[in-house]
């Protein structure tokens, strides 16, 4: 079955690095997204990239971070200059289906960054 | 802004039903999901609803009142294997972006 991958698992970083983290989403589908789980919190949604562009962004997605779609597979999230409040489960998504459309997210296991 | 609230926590035993609500706020959606994850690990889609009423895969069965910004996932013939945490989520935007509620921890007791 199909499934979106992220590397790493784990990361820790110390406070003011830039980290990327890495995502190959399904193969077929063109809508991708980056969402954020603080420990025992929600899962927030970060932004989407459709047409390789940004679509939709929230207001947690400032100007220290930014996405890309390097080439047919990958999708990275960058963070640059990283807080301790950045320390959360990073979960990359992608889905097929156009808006409006019946719409599951497959997600994948998620990236744990702990800022130092 | 959007919210969605839900229960933070629900308790029950195998075999019997658990009914967890989520009421929202929001100006505009698609439809109503329904997402399960087990400690922290990536959140599994259950459901949607786009439509008001009843929608029903297996054990698991969900309804959208949107008259009454109201939802629900009904989990019947509990396992333990269902102890988890579940999130409504609206769905909506240029992409189909979730919004997730506030997730309800369920512990399925023997």
């Known amino acids: 079955e199909p499934e979106v991958t992220q590397t790493p698992s784990h990361q820790v970083t110390q406070m003011g690095q830039e980290v990327i983290l890495r995502c190959v989403p399904i193969?077929?589908?063109?809508?991708f997204y980056w969402y954020r789980q603080i420990l025992g919190q929600k899962v927030e949604f970060l932004v989407s990239?459709?047409?390789?562009?940004?679509?939709?962004k929230s207001e947690i997605f400032d100007d220290q971070f930014s996405v890309e779609r390097p080439d047919g597979s990958n999708f990275t999230l960058k963070i640059r200059s990283t807080k301790l409040e950045d320390s959360a489960m990073y979960f990359c998504?992608?889905?097929?289906?156009?808006?409006?459309?019946?719409?599951?997210?497959?997600f994948g296991q998620g990236t744990r960054l702990t800022v130092v | 802004g959007q919210s969605l609230e839900q229960p933070s926590e629900v308790t029950a035993v195998e075999g019997a039903i658990v009914q967890i609500n989520c009421t929202y706020q929001?100006?505009?959606?698609?439809?109503l999901s329904w997402y399960q994850q087990h400690d922290g690990g990536a959140p599994t889609f259950l459901s949607y609803n786009a439509l008001d009423g009843l929608e029903e895969t297996g054990r698991f069965s969900s309804f959208l009142s949107r008259s009454d910004s109201y939802g629900y996932l009904l989990l019947q013939e509990l396992q333990m294997k269902d102890s988890a945490s579940y999130f409504c989520a609206v769905v909506g935007g240029a992409t189909n972006k979730l919004i997730f509620g506030t997730g309800t921890l369920l512990a399925v007791q023997p």
């Open positions: 990239f459709y047409n390789n562009e940004i679509s939709e």
């Open positions: 998504a992608s889905s097929q289906h156009p808006p409006g459309e019946h719409t599951e997210a497959f």
């Open positions: 929001t100006s505009g959606f698609y439809g």
């Open positions: 193969s077929n589908h063109l809508y």
